[in-house]
């Protein structure tokens, strides 16, 4: 280690976690003392919050200047909030945590010594998330295996957002230029030597899930589109094996119709055919739609975030 203090940065994403601002600063503070040779900021984006989050955090910074607030300038999304949160960090490592003491802060210090010892990625892998729906353990569970199957980058199971990172894994993840971030794709993509912790996964400090259903499954479509291209190709294979079972039908059919004759009725089949091959084409016009759709929004280069205003960390204004 060099003779300068080493500096940490943990980046936390808050949107609407009022509840959570005290708990989390009293939870994580205490673990920070403990790391007496680190020196901490805490990086921490309101992602446009309509509850008392925003002063809540302006009072953490006024009684601990470490806690730096990042203020957005309206709700952009987890993905975004963290973008902002790493982009400020001025840390020689960066670990993003959760608001809602779901990531236990007490891995923070294990994460620095593998870091010491030399890892430029420390993962947090969740060994039990019974705390979580079963609905959404099974889904967590089918959308990791069906992504690695699709795309040639594997994403580590039971591995969110929570980790550390070198800084020069940092800067490598600040160097991808994409606007639509799905971080846990970001993340793996840009590689490192990597070292895994488990923990276990707890329930919600206070308040609730920021993410329903449907924004979950869109994060999941934007994490498959976003790393790879086989659900736009896959449908020349599909076509070229209907085409053939097409062609093996038909030289059936007309076989028979010259051997034993016309043969009318046919209602339920032509009917089943058209919708099926109708709604498999709609299908995968829907699919490219979502890249092209996809295409259409990052063509713009629109900024991934705006920031209204960053408290502490001589940057006021
Ligand atoms: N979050 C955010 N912007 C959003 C949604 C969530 O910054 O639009 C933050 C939220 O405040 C929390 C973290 O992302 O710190 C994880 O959200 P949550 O706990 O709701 O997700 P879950 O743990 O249920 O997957
Ligand atoms: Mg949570």
């Known amino acids: 280690m060099s003779d300068l203090r080493k500096i940490v940065s943990i980046v936390v994403p808050f949107f609407n976690e009022g509840s959570n601002v005290e708990l989390f600063a009293q939870g994580l503070v205490p673990i920070l003392a403990e790391l007496t040779d680190i ?21 953490l910074n006024k009684k601990d200047p470490r806690f730096r607030i990042i203020e957005l300038s309206r709700n952009f999304g987890k993905e975004a909030a963290l973008t902002a ?19 236990p802060p007490e891995l923070i210090a294990p994460m620095i010594a593998a870091w010491r010892a030399g890892a430029e990625v420390v993962l947090a892998r969740r060994v039990d ?121 038909a030289i059936f059919i007309v076989a028979r119709t010259l051997i034993i004759g016309v043969d009318v009725p046919g209602y339920a089949s032509l009917l089943v055919a058209i919708l099926f091959i109708g709604s498999l084409q709609l299908v995968s016009i829907g699919v490219l739609g979502e890249y092209i759709g996809r295409i259409y929004m990052e063509s713009k280069r629109r900024p991934t975030y705006i920031v209204r205003r960053r408290h502490g960390g001589n940057d006021e204004g």
């Open 39 to 59: 020196s901490f900021e805490i990086v921490c984006v309101d992602d446009g919050s309509t509850d008392d989050t925003l002063a809540r955090l302006v009072a």
């Open 85 to 103: 949160g790493i982009d400020h960090a001025r840390g020689d490592a960066v670990i993003p945590i959760d608001a809602d003491l779901q990531d």
């Open 129 to 249: 998330r019974s705390v979580d729906p079963p609905m959404k353990q099974h889904s967590a569970a089918w959308f990791y295996r069906i992504y690695n199957r699709l795309s040639h980058l594997k994403l580590p199971e039971n591995v969110g957002d929570f980790r550390l990172m070198d800084r020069v894994v940092v800067e490598a993840l600040k160097s991808l230029t994409e606007q639509q971030r799905f971080m846990k794709g970001l993340f793996a993509w840009v590689g490192f030597r990597t070292v895994t912790l488990d923990y276990q996964r707890r329930q919600r400090a206070s308040g609730t899930t920021k993410f329903s259903g449907w924004k979950l499954w869109n994060l999941a479509v934007e994490g498959v589109t976003s790393f790879s291209t086989v659900p736009l190709k896959v449908w020349t294979y599909i076509g070229l094996a209907g085409a053939l079972a097409t062609a093996a039908y």
